[in-house]
């Protein structure tokens, strides 16, 4: 048996089924409960669109919001209880919105946002709507936004960053003002060669201070004022073999008492 409802208020997205919903929780499983329970559905899905047009225009398809609303729509029908004695509408309103407002928190923020910070993003991208009505040839203030938005300054800050967490852009993307060809990848930082060395640059010291000071000089000609051999051998008036057998020395040596340290 099918219930009439669905035709019996072609206009109104809140229909009257309370009825059919204490017949639903009666019937056992069968055909005749699953053509009811469709029936509900389909006399409420006017209601799940309207609450899906309340979500246009935030980087989702109407449709897919559609979907979404009726998604919800059907989990509010199968979980519905006639006997707790409140209607279907204030049940089933924020369950709709609930599976709706899931769906942009889950498929649709680029980033990982915490519930409390996504709720202060929008009311800070409302706050600045409003104001954008009222101030003019200037930005809102951050405190204005706040007073606007019934949010503290802190509480403020964080939804104005949270507002570009909800979508990124590609590596691949221009960074504005900074030239034709300059991508975000090219801003990106890789990785020290630097860092390597560091726990042989520190064993290497006090051993540096010990060596004679010619042969100090001689490694910092050598390897930090990157000076050939014969340069030194010039600036130091010896010959640039001796100034290779002083270095090969230094170098045997300091690699020596490092290992024996380290053994």
Known sequence: MRTQTSTEHPHDDTPDTQAAFVRLAELPDGPERAD???????AWL??????AGRFRNRGE??????QVAALGLVKAVDRYDPERGSAFVS????????????HFRDHMWTLHVPRRVQDQRNRVRSAQHE???TVSGRAPTLAEIAEQAG????????GLEAIGSFSTLSLDAEIPGAGAGHTMADALGGPDPALDVVIDREAVKPRLRKLPERDRKILYMRFFRDMTQSRIAADLGISQMHVSRLISNSCDRLRREVMQDAA
Do not use: Y
């Not at 006017?46 to 609450?51: F, G, K, N, T």
């Not at 398809?61 to 559609?66: H, K």
């Not at 049940?91 to 899931?102: H, L, M």
């Open 36 to 42: 009811l329970r469709q029936d509900l559905v389909n």
């Open 91 to 102: 049940f089933a309103v924020p369950t709709i919105t609930g599976e709706v407002k899931r």
């Open 46 to 51: 006017p209601l799940s669109e309207r609450l």
């Open 151 to 158: 949010l503290s300054p802190e509480e403020t800050r964080s």
């Open 61 to 66: 398809a109407l449709e897919d919001l559609r």
């Open 131 to 133: 104001l954008s009505r």
